[in-house]
């Protein structure tokens, strides 16, 4: 007999439902075919290896309160909201079947009258007036003995937010990781304006059931349950830290240029993980021993205003006779990298 398990996240927190995941991927019984249903609120997630300065508008989203997470898996960054729904499947790596998992999905939306089709690996499209359109794109991870699937469902999501975060402020930026496609997308509303995240979730826990052949009680899970799954904290711990988001960021190369009334910089910062690797400044400042001293102060920092602010403060307290020009190297340099 099949063994299933359906689980819908009460939460909107997108550290807790990555950490769901992590947990579910980590430590749940393979051979138990698992369905997790959950969204994520005002959150860009960026793929295993991508950059986030050079995928997400990083200095908009701190001033609108958009939260940054990093998952996982490989894969593009996505805007969600409350309008998008995220499902995932795990199953062993012998019973995996990706052209499954999409078929509950696409059957799930064939009962509201939406004729929807998997295209390449990643994504499901559906046909439109004016070409077909990305209504679903996914992300795949494997291990020896387990396989896990999950992807995104736009239902009724604000789809003008994607431009707003997703593109990164023009910054002088060459990095090695992993570059986002843009696609051509539409919300699922615009197909049938009955499809919500209630609905459109019981229809695919009903043809997850109906495949398996199989039944079981839908397990709510909210913050409360953190504290009652082992390994569960930790990994929403992990994931929430600034470290894991920002930290297991690729090498890439930043090169900055300014001209102040004092003098003009030319900076060519190497970072990697989140920190300052290296650091070169030309200037024609009448200042040499500020160039020479920032130079160093700013290697090993994080690359982040809260880095650039700690060493540059150092500088500071060696030549508090230019901490004018100090202070306004670092106000650009700290909006610059946000």
Excluded at 24 to 30: N, S
Excluded at 94 to 99: G, L, S
Excluded at 315 to 320: F, G, K
Excluded at 324 to 338: D, P, R, V
């Amino acid at each position: 007999m099949t063994k299933i398990r359906i689980l819908l996240s009460d939460t909107f927190d997108p550290w807790f439902n990555l950490a769901t995941e992590d947990w579910i991927f980590r430590d749940m019984d393979p051979e138990t075919h698992v369905l997790f249903l959950w969204r994520n609120q005002n959150t860009v997630v960026i793929g295993r290896f991508q950059n986030p300065w050079t995928e997400c508008n990083t200095e908009r989203m701190e001033a609108d309160g958009i939260k940054l997470a990093r998952r996982q898996s490989g894969g593009g960054a996505v805007f969600h909201d409350l309008g998008n729904t995220n499902f995932t499947f795990l199953s062993s790596k012998e019973n995996y079947d990706k052209a499954v998992n999409n078929k509950i999905i696409s059957n799930a939306l064939a009962r509201f009258g939406v004729e929807a089709f998997a295209s390449g690996r990643n994504d499901i499209l559906i046909k439109s007036d004016d070409g077909d359109k990305k209504i679903s794109g996914s992300a795949f991870k494997e291990t020896k003995d387990r396989s896990f699937h999950h992807g995104t469902l736009l239902i009724d999501a604000d789809l003008s937010k994607l431009g707003n975060y997703l593109n990164p402020s023009k910054k002088k930026l060459e990095s090695k990781g992993i570059k986002s496609v843009r696609a051509r997308v539409t919300n699922l509303v615009e197909c049938n304006s009955e499809i919500n995240h209630d609905s459109l979730s019981e229809a695919i826990i009903s043809e997850f059931k109906s495949h398996y052949k199989a039944e079981c009680e839908v397990e709510l899970l909210d913050h409360e349950y953190l504290k009652s799954v082992f390994h569960l904290n930790d990994y929403y711990e992990k994931l929430k830290d600034w470290n894991w988001r920002f930290g297991e960021t690729p090498k890439f190369n930043h090169f900055l240029e300014e001209r102040f009334s004092w003098g003009g910089i030319e900076a060519h910062i190497d970072s990697h993980k989140g920190l300052i690797e290296k650091c070169t400044i030309y200037s024609d400042s009448l200042h040499p021993e500020m160039i020479e001293y920032l130079t160093k102060a700013l290697v090993g920092k994080q690359y982040s205003p809260i880095g650039v602010s700690k060493a540059i403060e150092t500088v500071a307290l060696e030549l508090p006779m230019i901490r004018e020009e100090l202070s306004e190297l670092s106000a650009w340099l700290s909006k610059e990298i946000h």
